[in-house]
């Protein structure tokens, strides 16, 4: 049984990580729907900053920009790093 007294400490880092995983998922997935290549679209948008790179499919648009494009690349380059050991 968990002792309810226990402090629990907030992760906000790892809520930010999860939340931006999320996000790559939900675009993905709309642009696979789509037909279009996730991976070199997600990149276009990434260099470039430009939104039209992303379809507004399920909100893909709206959803990808809810999250810093810097945060995006750290969390990538992050997990490739973590990955790559």
């Given amino acids: 049984m968990k002792d309810v ?3 629990m400490s907030f992760k906000s880092d790892e809520l930010r990580r999860d ?3 999320h996000v790559l998922r939900l675009v993905k997935e709309a642009l696979e729907e789509r037909g279009y290549n996730s991976v070199n679209q997600l990149a276009g948008y990434l260099i470039s900053n430009d939104p ?3 379809s507004s499919h399920n909100n893909a648009r ?3 920009q809810s999250v810093e ?3 995006i690349i750290e969390e990538l ?3 490739y790093l973590e990955e790559n050991k």
């Fill in 5 to 7: 007294t226990e402090t």
């Fill in 19 to 21: 939340n931006i995983k």
């Fill in 52 to 54: 039209a790179y992303i």
């Fill in 62 to 64: 709206t959803v990808i």
């Fill in 69 to 71: 494009r810097y945060e």
């Fill in 77 to 79: 380059v992050r997990s």
